[in-house]
């Protein structure tokens, strides 16, 4: 059995210390990433299932098809310009700063041989055949959610631009591909809100440790029981570096956790609401 | 017949001509006069001797149906210049037998009598004249707002029977005056007054009404585009031209008519909302592969929704009326006009823009291998990605759970 488990924190919750996670504006882009998701999720689903009644009554809903997809365009637009502001985060700190962390070891988002590691220990531990395994600052499914939804932007993005401006790209496109984009744009849409509506949200929010949500997002720090069990490796080498001490940060404040859960509710009740009328629509 | 029609016949000249005629004619006249001298000795001969009693308003037989007249309105009428007897024959002096005998408009309109003796409405006791004129003593010409059958009235006349369940019930037939009132020509009709409006007469004729099942019918399937285009020529002249009716005149009974695309009754101005909602899965009652090819569509997704119907229909884009064939250069869908269609609505689109296939089939591996090949892609990678992670999510949900409730047992329940 891993070791860890019996050091969990059966210690106060209030009193702990709090650690760094998440920068401010690494919170701000999660919540226009996750804001405009919802937006789009429920705006591109009703079209996606456009037979269906409810896609008809949402559609109505909200002043009929036209403001559908001006909220559908908006929203596009906005996640848009936060993928671009991240990449330009990306590019100055890795190529204009040199911040080899950024692409390699045990900061960074590429995955490496002990990620596949990883899953494959925690799997044998799922089944009972081996110890938990100790993750760094990102385990391999929280690298997954980010590839994931860095490749879904660009599959989905360059599909959904593709359609809004057609005569354009018919320039440079073949005619097939015209047809090809609304195939990509609805299924590569259907699998990134079946998967963040089901394994993210459980991965991530749902799953015992966590439950009913992980506030680290929203707060930006995490007790640090939290931290140890969550993330031991990080937490061992960042003491053992003496650098923990720097990443200190201030209990989260009574009104940003009530704040936090109340959006992280809504979120996650309309994502499971999605989740929901998708099923039922894709198996009627 | 001989004499008494002869008779009856100069009796309904007004008097003016009947003067004429009696200077005009000879000797047969003198005759024909000293038989009517000797007819009217006895007779009832003014209206105001009738109205003498008739003329109050509440005067009842004795079964109690009022046999008043009003003599003004009876005066305007179109028969207002008769004597009641030539109407009601055997009553020719005072005081008149109980029994009056039945009034018979055939004797005078003998051609409206044989159109009506072959039409569906041919049973007399159930359709009486009066049925459709109105009291037999305010027929007005159908030039005249009273008349009942003013076109603008006939509707409403019409729909006096064709507007009830009970028609339903008895013959079979849809209660069509609702539909035809809501519908554009209804609409003209009521709202705007429109004389040329199409009214029930129009297309079904008033006296000789034949079932649409009789191939003499103007509204038998394939005398339809004939019908309608006696207003709709131009329109008509498109359709002769299109593949749908060459069809119909080759006796292709399959192939629509305006009213399999308009329906008969509930016809709706073809750029309205409702009608380019519903104007899809009519073409696609007979065209299921191509309907379900558009389903697949952003055209149909886009369309399906209500509130944006600009979005294409399938008339859109291979017009409506005069429909033809890919391969005929008039076609709006031949290679060399879509730039110009797909343009309709997309500007700026191009020779590559229009290469796009509004019935692609994703299923199709040899119609568009690319297609197919793109989809199954993303099939596999979405299935197989989220089966994989369905897996490993409730494995280690399970998992979790299990070391939670182990640690809370050996907390002695602590944290429960």
Avoid at chain 1, 37 to 62: C, D, M, Q
Avoid at chain 1, 97 to 114: I, L
Avoid at chain 1, 267 to 275: E, K, M, P, R, S
Avoid at chain 2, 346 to 351: K, M, Y
């Amino acid at each position: 059995m891993p070791d860890l488990e019996p050091t969990v924190a059966t210690t106060t919750k209030t009193g702990g210390r709090f650690f760094t996670r998440f920068t401010r504006q690494q919170r701000y882009m999660h919540a226009v990433l996750f804001t405009t998701f919802l937006g789009l999720a429920g705006t591109g689903l009703p079209l996606r299932f456009s037979e269906s009644i409810w896609a008809r009554g949402l559609a109505r809903g909200v002043g009929g098809f036209g403001a559908i997809l001006f909220f559908h365009k908006l929203c596009a637009v906005v996640l848009t310009i936060a993928f671009l502001i991240h990449l330009k985060e990306i590019f100055t700190r890795g190529i204009v700063h040199r911040e080899m962390g950024v692409f390699w070891g045990s900061n960074s988002m590429v995955a490496n041989w002990k990620d596949a590691k990883d899953l494959f220990g925690h799997l044998r531990w799922f089944v009972g055949l081996g110890p938990k395994p100790n993750f760094d600052r990102y385990a391999y499914w929280e690298k997954f959610d980010y590839w994931a939804v860095f490749w879904g932007m660009i599959v989905i993005g360059f599909s959904g631009y593709a359609m809004w401006f057609a005569p354009f790209f018919a320039h440079f496109l073949p005619g097939w591909a015209l047809n090809a984009v609304l195939v990509i744009h609805s299924e590569e849409g259907l699998l990134a809100i079946l998967f963040i509506f089901s394994i993210h949200f459980v991965n991530t929010h749902l799953r015992p440790d966590s439950f009913p949500m992980d506030m680290v997002v929203f707060t930006g720090v995490e007790s640090e029981e939290e931290f140890k069990l969550k993330r031991p490796l990080e937490y061992e080498r960042l003491k053992r570096e003496g650098k923990l001490e720097g990443r200190l940060g201030e209990a989260p404040q009574t009104w940003l956790i009530n704040f936090s859960r109340v959006v992280g509710t809504i979120a996650i009740v309309i994502g499971l609401t999605l989740l929901v009328l998708t099923l039922t629509a894709y198996f009627s | 017949m001989g004499k008494a029609a002869g008779v009856r016949r100069i009796l309904q000249e007004p008097l003016a001509s009947r003067a004429k005629m009696f200077m005009r004619s000879g000797i047969l006249v003198a005759g024909l006069a000293g038989l009517l001298l000797m007819f009217a000795a006895g007779r009832l001969n003014a209206q105001s001797e009738c109205l003498a009693c008739h003329g109050d308003q509440t005067m009842q037989d004795a079964n109690g149906h009022s046999i008043a007249v009003d003599g003004k309105t009876f005066g305007e009428s179109i028969h207002g210049s008769l004597q009641c007897n030539d109407c009601h024959t055997n009553i020719k002096e005072y005081p008149h037998p109980e029994q009056v005998a039945k009034v018979e408009c055939k004797s005078c309109h003998a051609d409206e009598a044989k159109g009506l003796a072959g039409s569906v409405h041919a049973d007399s006791a159930e359709h009486p004249c009066t049925s459709c004129h109105g009291n037999a003593h305010t027929i007005f010409p159908k030039a005249d707002s009273r008349s009942a059958v003013y076109p603008l009235n006939v509707p409403k006349t019409c729909g006096n029977c064709h507007g009830t369940e009970g028609m339903a019930k008895k013959h079979g037939l849809a209660s069509v005056y609702p539909l035809y009132v809501d519908s554009i020509h209804g609409f003209a009709l009521s709202n705007e007054g429109l004389l040329v409006a199409a009214n029930c007469q129009s297309c079904h004729g008033s006296h000789h009404i034949l079932s649409h099942t009789n191939p003499e019918s103007p509204t038998y399937k394939t005398n339809i585009p004939k019908t309608c285009g006696s207003c709709h020529a131009k329109i008509n002249d498109d359709y002769e031209m299109g593949i749908h009716g060459k069809a119909v005149a080759a006796g292709n009974l399959k192939a629509p008519v305006c009213t399999d695309c308009h329906t008969a009754h509930a016809i709706l101005q073809p750029t309205e909302a409702a009608f380019r909602m519903q104007s899809t899965p009519i073409c696609g009652s007979c065209h299921k592969d191509q309907l379900s090819t558009y389903r697949d569509t952003f055209h149909s997704q886009l369309g399906s929704l209500g509130g944006y119907v600009e979005t294409a229909r399938c008339w859109d884009c291979h017009g409506a009326h005069q429909i033809l064939p890919a391969s005929d250069p008039r076609s709006p869908i031949n290679k060399a006009n879509l730039v110009t269609t797909c343009g309709k609505c997309h500007a700026g689109a191009n020779l590559s823009f229009v290469q796009y296939q509004p019935h692609a089939n994703a299923h199709d591996r040899k119609l568009n291998p690319a297609l197919y090949f793109v989809r199954l892609f993303m099939n596999v990678l979405l299935i197989g990605t989220l089966a994989f992670f369905l897996i490993h999510t409730i494995l280690w949900l399970i998992r979790a759970r299990y070391n939670q409730i182990k640690k809370k047992s050996t907390d002695g329940g602590k944290d429960a």
